[in-house]
Every structure is written in C-alpha cells, then in structure tokens.
C-alpha cells in the first residue's frame, strides 16, 4: 500500500504566498510523475504542474511564472511554491504520484487534497 499525505494549505490575501507539500510512503520502489492539480467549486479538477523523475516540469498557462513545482527525490517528496496568489487560484489542490510498486505495478495514486483560499 502507498499513503499520500499533503500539506500546507490554507487562507492567504491576494499577492500572498503558499507552499504545498506532498509526501508519498509505503511499500514505493521508485516515483515518476509528480503532480499538482486543483478544483474550484463547480469546476472540473485541472493540471496545475507536474514533474518527471529528471525534474522536468509543466506548468498550466495561469500558473506560468507565479507557480514553482519541484521534488526531493530521496524523500518521495513533492512541492508546490505559489506565490501572487489570485482569488482565482482558490481551489482544492490534489497531489497526484505514478509510482512503482515493489511488486513491479505502476499505480497512480490521489491525496486526500488540501484546501487553498485567496480572499482578501
């Protein structure tokens, strides 16, 4: 079994900043993608950024330049800085891992998703 626990969610004021944390455990022989995605109320969950296991990454257009996404690899960790926050960034943010099992499955796993709110 692999647990995936996020953190570092929470309420900010427009042009403020957050991190997100994601640490991926359990029976892990090795982690390919990393990512971040959100939804917002109404909305259908969306890219937010990922990153390969050679710390590629891919940003959504309305994060481009506000967004860093990046991982420590020895810690099955993944990160998301987000700074100028807008009140539209205001969403639910799931972390989202392709690992590979010690059995040789390659799973994709969910966070439980952590809540991130811009509002002045």
């Known amino acids: 079994q692999v647990q995936i626990v996020e953190s570092g969610g929470g309420l900010v004021q427009p042009g403020g900043s957050l991190g997100l944390s994601c640490v991926a455990s359990g029976s892990i022989f090795s982690i390919y993608a990393m990512g971040w995605y959100r939804q917002a109320p109404g909305k259908q969950r969306e890219l937010v950024a990922t990153i390969n296991s050679g710390s590629s990454t891919n940003y959504a257009d309305s994060v481009k330049g506000r967004f860093t996404i990046s991982r420590a690899n020895a810690l099955n960790t993944v990160y998301l800085q987000m700074n100028s926050l807008k009140p539209e960034d205001t969403a639910v943010y799931y972390c989202?891992?392709?690992?590979?099992?010690?059995?040789?499955?390659?799973?994709?796993?969910w966070g439980q998703g952590t809540q991130v709110a811009v509002s002045s």
């Open positions: 989202n891992t392709a690992v590979r099992l010690r059995d040789g499955r390659i799973i994709n796993y």
